[in-house]
T-cell receptor, first 116, second 114 residues
Framework: AQTVTQSQPEMSVQEAETVTLSCTYD???????LFWYKQPPSRQMILVIR??????QNATENRFSVNFQKAAKSFSLKISDSQLGDAAMYFC?????????????FGEGTQLTVNP | DGGITQSPKYLFRKEGQNVTLSCEQN?????MYWYRQDPGQGLRLIYY???????QKGDIAEGYSVSREKKESFPLTVTSAQKNPTAFYLC?????????????FGSGTRLTVV
Protein backbone atom coordinates (compact mmCIF):
# COMPACT_ATOMS: atom_id res chain seq x y z
CA ALA A 1 0.00 0.00 0.00
CA GLN A 2 1.13 3.51 -0.72
CA THR A 3 1.97 5.66 2.28
CA VAL A 4 2.85 9.31 2.69
CA THR A 5 4.79 10.55 5.72
CA GLN A 6 5.22 14.09 6.96
CA SER A 7 7.65 13.96 9.84
CA GLN A 8 7.14 17.54 11.04
CA PRO A 9 3.80 17.96 12.83
CA GLU A 10 4.56 21.67 13.39
CA MET A 11 6.87 24.24 11.87
CA SER A 12 7.31 27.97 12.34
CA VAL A 13 8.95 30.68 10.26
CA GLN A 14 9.52 34.40 10.51
CA GLU A 15 7.73 36.57 8.02
CA ALA A 16 9.81 37.10 4.84
CA GLU A 17 12.03 34.09 5.61
CA THR A 18 12.15 30.71 3.87
CA VAL A 19 10.84 27.43 5.24
CA THR A 20 10.96 23.86 3.94
CA LEU A 21 8.34 21.23 4.72
CA SER A 22 9.33 17.59 4.37
CA CYS A 23 7.43 14.70 2.81
CA THR A 24 8.42 11.14 1.99
CA TYR A 25 6.34 8.48 0.32
CA ASP A 26 6.45 4.81 -0.41
CA UNK A 27 5.29 3.31 -3.67
CA UNK A 28 6.11 0.55 -6.12
CA UNK A 29 4.73 2.50 -9.09
CA UNK A 30 6.95 4.35 -11.55
CA UNK A 31 4.49 6.95 -12.80
CA UNK A 32 2.49 9.05 -10.40
CA UNK A 33 1.76 12.60 -9.32
CA LEU A 34 2.58 14.35 -6.08
CA PHE A 35 0.71 17.31 -4.64
CA TRP A 36 0.92 19.83 -1.85
CA TYR A 37 -2.37 21.14 -0.47
CA LYS A 38 -2.87 24.00 1.97
CA GLN A 39 -5.68 24.09 4.53
CA PRO A 40 -6.04 27.51 6.22
CA PRO A 41 -8.19 28.04 9.31
CA SER A 42 -11.26 28.19 7.06
CA ARG A 43 -10.52 24.47 6.41
CA GLN A 44 -10.92 24.92 2.66
CA MET A 45 -8.36 22.73 0.88
CA ILE A 46 -6.33 24.63 -1.70
CA LEU A 47 -3.94 23.10 -4.24
CA VAL A 48 -0.51 24.68 -3.89
CA ILE A 49 1.65 22.79 -6.37
CA ARG A 50 1.94 19.46 -8.17
CA UNK A 51 4.75 17.37 -9.65
CA UNK A 52 4.76 14.53 -12.17
CA UNK A 53 7.15 11.74 -11.30
CA UNK A 54 8.50 11.53 -14.86
CA UNK A 55 9.56 15.16 -14.91
CA UNK A 56 12.99 15.75 -13.44
CA GLN A 57 12.53 19.50 -13.29
CA ASN A 58 11.17 20.66 -9.98
CA ALA A 59 7.79 22.42 -10.11
CA THR A 60 7.55 26.09 -9.15
CA GLU A 61 4.53 28.31 -8.48
CA ASN A 62 5.54 31.84 -7.54
CA ARG A 63 6.97 31.65 -3.98
CA PHE A 64 6.35 27.90 -3.74
CA SER A 65 8.75 25.32 -5.12
CA VAL A 66 9.45 21.65 -4.58
CA ASN A 67 12.55 19.53 -4.25
CA PHE A 68 11.62 16.22 -5.83
CA GLN A 69 14.09 13.38 -5.25
CA LYS A 70 12.56 10.35 -6.95
CA ALA A 71 15.17 7.81 -5.90
CA ALA A 72 14.87 8.91 -2.29
CA LYS A 73 11.06 9.15 -2.59
CA SER A 74 11.18 12.63 -1.14
CA PHE A 75 9.01 15.61 -2.05
CA SER A 76 9.67 18.70 0.05
CA LEU A 77 7.94 22.08 -0.26
CA LYS A 78 9.89 25.32 0.00
CA ILE A 79 8.07 28.54 0.75
CA SER A 80 10.12 31.66 0.06
CA ASP A 81 9.44 35.15 1.43
CA SER A 82 6.88 33.72 3.85
CA GLN A 83 3.74 35.78 4.40
CA LEU A 84 1.22 35.79 7.24
CA GLY A 85 -1.35 34.33 4.85
CA ASP A 86 0.83 31.24 4.42
CA ALA A 87 -0.06 30.10 7.92
CA ALA A 88 -2.01 26.88 7.48
CA MET A 89 -1.92 23.11 7.65
CA TYR A 90 -0.02 21.70 4.69
CA PHE A 91 -0.68 18.24 3.33
CA CYS A 92 1.49 16.25 0.99
CA UNK A 93 -0.44 13.84 -1.24
CA UNK A 94 0.24 11.11 -3.76
CA UNK A 95 -2.08 10.05 -6.56
CA UNK A 96 -2.20 6.39 -7.57
CA UNK A 97 -2.79 4.84 -10.97
CA UNK A 98 -6.26 4.36 -12.40
CA UNK A 99 -6.26 0.69 -11.52
CA UNK A 100 -6.35 1.65 -7.89
CA UNK A 101 -9.19 4.13 -8.26
CA UNK A 102 -6.80 6.99 -8.77
CA UNK A 103 -7.34 8.16 -5.23
CA UNK A 104 -5.23 10.70 -3.40
CA UNK A 105 -3.36 9.42 -0.35
CA PHE A 106 -2.49 12.13 2.16
CA GLY A 107 0.18 12.57 4.78
CA GLU A 108 -0.65 13.56 8.35
CA GLY A 109 -0.04 17.24 7.73
CA THR A 110 2.35 19.94 8.96
CA GLN A 111 0.97 22.94 10.82
CA LEU A 112 2.87 26.05 9.69
CA THR A 113 2.95 29.16 11.85
CA VAL A 114 4.22 32.45 10.42
CA ASN A 115 5.53 34.89 13.00
CA PRO A 116 5.40 38.64 12.27
CA ASP B 1 -19.04 29.89 -10.59
CA GLY B 2 -18.46 26.15 -10.58
CA GLY B 3 -17.64 24.39 -7.37
CA ILE B 4 -18.58 21.86 -4.76
CA THR B 5 -21.20 22.57 -2.13
CA GLN B 6 -21.30 20.62 1.10
CA SER B 7 -24.17 20.96 3.53
CA PRO B 8 -24.74 21.43 6.32
CA LYS B 9 -21.62 23.14 7.61
CA TYR B 10 -22.27 21.82 11.12
CA LEU B 11 -24.27 18.72 12.03
CA PHE B 12 -25.13 17.20 15.38
CA ARG B 13 -26.12 13.59 15.73
CA LYS B 14 -27.59 11.72 18.64
CA GLU B 15 -26.37 8.27 19.49
CA GLY B 16 -28.03 5.63 17.29
CA GLN B 17 -29.12 8.03 14.57
CA ASN B 18 -28.27 7.94 10.89
CA VAL B 19 -27.37 11.25 9.30
CA THR B 20 -26.73 12.20 5.69
CA LEU B 21 -24.14 14.69 4.51
CA SER B 22 -24.79 16.37 1.19
CA CYS B 23 -22.23 16.93 -1.57
CA GLU B 24 -23.17 18.59 -4.86
CA GLN B 25 -20.88 19.69 -7.69
CA ASN B 26 -21.52 21.65 -10.87
CA UNK B 27 -18.10 21.11 -12.40
CA UNK B 28 -19.20 18.21 -14.60
CA UNK B 29 -16.59 16.07 -12.86
CA UNK B 30 -16.84 12.31 -13.23
CA UNK B 31 -15.11 11.24 -10.02
CA MET B 32 -16.17 12.11 -6.48
CA TYR B 33 -14.65 11.26 -3.12
CA TRP B 34 -15.42 11.38 0.60
CA TYR B 35 -12.66 11.87 3.16
CA ARG B 36 -12.68 11.98 6.92
CA GLN B 37 -10.27 14.30 8.73
CA ASP B 38 -9.21 13.73 12.34
CA PRO B 39 -6.48 15.64 14.20
CA GLY B 40 -3.04 14.16 13.56
CA GLN B 41 -4.28 11.63 11.02
CA GLY B 42 -4.57 13.61 7.84
CA LEU B 43 -7.37 12.73 5.45
CA ARG B 44 -8.60 9.17 5.14
CA LEU B 45 -10.68 7.92 2.23
CA ILE B 46 -14.17 6.63 3.04
CA TYR B 47 -15.75 6.02 -0.37
CA TYR B 48 -15.21 7.09 -3.95
CA UNK B 49 -17.14 6.99 -7.19
CA UNK B 50 -15.66 7.15 -10.67
CA UNK B 51 -18.96 7.07 -12.55
CA UNK B 52 -22.68 7.33 -11.93
CA UNK B 53 -24.26 4.27 -10.29
CA UNK B 54 -20.88 2.91 -9.24
CA UNK B 55 -18.82 3.44 -6.10
CA GLN B 56 -16.00 1.74 -4.23
CA LYS B 57 -15.00 1.42 -0.58
CA GLY B 58 -12.00 3.33 0.62
CA ASP B 59 -9.85 2.63 3.66
CA ILE B 60 -12.44 3.30 6.38
CA ALA B 61 -15.84 2.48 4.83
CA GLU B 62 -17.28 0.60 7.82
CA GLY B 63 -20.29 2.42 9.26
CA TYR B 64 -20.77 4.59 6.17
CA SER B 65 -22.83 4.30 3.00
CA VAL B 66 -23.07 6.32 -0.22
CA SER B 67 -25.06 6.57 -3.42
CA ARG B 68 -24.30 8.05 -6.84
CA GLU B 69 -27.59 8.32 -8.70
CA LYS B 70 -26.67 11.57 -10.41
CA LYS B 71 -23.34 12.84 -11.68
CA GLU B 72 -23.68 15.98 -9.61
CA SER B 73 -24.49 14.39 -6.26
CA PHE B 74 -22.63 12.03 -3.92
CA PRO B 75 -24.31 11.96 -0.48
CA LEU B 76 -22.68 10.23 2.49
CA THR B 77 -24.74 8.55 5.20
CA VAL B 78 -23.14 8.05 8.58
CA THR B 79 -24.95 5.10 10.12
CA SER B 80 -25.36 4.09 13.74
CA ALA B 81 -22.77 1.38 13.09
CA GLN B 82 -20.06 4.05 12.94
CA LYS B 83 -18.87 4.09 16.54
CA ASN B 84 -16.82 7.26 16.46
CA PRO B 85 -18.36 9.57 13.87
CA THR B 86 -17.26 12.90 15.33
CA ALA B 87 -14.94 14.34 12.69
CA PHE B 88 -14.61 16.79 9.83
CA TYR B 89 -15.83 15.39 6.51
CA LEU B 90 -14.56 16.60 3.16
CA CYS B 91 -16.06 15.89 -0.24
CA UNK B 92 -13.96 16.25 -3.38
CA UNK B 93 -14.32 15.82 -7.10
CA UNK B 94 -11.97 15.30 -10.02
CA UNK B 95 -12.37 15.79 -13.76
CA UNK B 96 -11.19 12.27 -14.33
CA UNK B 97 -9.16 9.54 -12.79
CA UNK B 98 -5.93 10.42 -14.51
CA UNK B 99 -2.97 10.97 -12.27
CA UNK B 100 -2.52 14.59 -13.34
CA UNK B 101 -5.95 15.65 -12.16
CA UNK B 102 -5.98 17.25 -8.78
CA UNK B 103 -9.06 17.44 -6.64
CA UNK B 104 -11.51 20.26 -6.05
CA PHE B 105 -12.71 20.22 -2.46
CA GLY B 106 -15.88 21.35 -0.77
CA SER B 107 -15.76 23.43 2.39
CA GLY B 108 -16.53 20.49 4.66
CA THR B 109 -19.07 19.37 7.25
CA ARG B 110 -18.26 19.17 10.94
CA LEU B 111 -20.20 16.27 12.50
CA THR B 112 -20.52 16.02 16.27
CA VAL B 113 -22.18 13.28 18.29
CA VAL B 114 -24.16 14.63 21.23
Amino acid sequence: AQTVTQSQPEMSVQEAETVTLSCTYDTSESDYYLFWYKQPPSRQMILVIRQEAYKQQNATENRFSVNFQKAAKSFSLKISDSQLGDAAMYFCAYRTSETSGSRLTFGEGTQLTVNP
Amino acid sequence: DGGITQSPKYLFRKEGQNVTLSCEQNLNHDAMYWYRQDPGQGLRLIYYSQIVNDFQKGDIAEGYSVSREKKESFPLTVTSAQKNPTAFYLCASSRGTGRDYGYTFGSGTRLTVV
